[in-house]
Nanobody
Framework: QVQLVESGGGLVQAGGSLRLSCTAS????????MGWFRQAPGKEREFVAA????????YYADSVKGRFTISRDNAKNTVYLQMNSLKPEDTAVYYC??????????????????WGQGTQVTVSS
């Protein structure tokens, strides 16, 4: 099993920045892609960004492209999401996810095997 713990959420004004972190523990050697998803009240969980195991390939939802940056530090078993130019519509619970499978382009909930408990991000206008 793999455990994921997110941190770094909070309240920020529109135009501000936040950095989310997600640290993995347990049997992390079998995991490959890691990603971030978010879920706003009354909406389905949606893909935000993901990174391959090596960290060399990243991909983003169109809604965050150019504003968010995903990265990972395998030595620390940690993945980050740097969020800049935040908008009120970015308000959601953000979830970290890890997949046993690798490969570029995995952006669906069913592509991921492990999930964190989520961290709230609130952007005020």
């Amino acid at each position: 099993q793999v455990q994921l713990v997110e941190s770094g959420g909070g309240l920020v004004q529109a135009g501000g920045s936040l950095r989310l972190s997600c640290t993995a523990s347990g049997r992390t050697s079998g995991t490959n892609n890691m990603g971030w998803f978010r879920q706003a009240p009354g909406k389905e969980r949606e893909f935000v960004a993901a990174v391959t195991r090596s960290g060399s390939s990243t991909y983003y939802a169109d809604s965050v492209k150019g504003r968010f940056t995903i990265s990972r530090d395998n030595a620390k078993n940690t993945v980050y999401l740097q969020m800049n130019s935040l908008k009120p519509e970015d308000t959601a619970v953000y979830y970290c996810a890890a997949a046993n499978a690798g490969g570029w382009g995995r952006r669906y909930v069913h592509d991921y095997d492990y999930w964190g408990q989520g961290t709230q991000v609130t952007v005020s206008s």
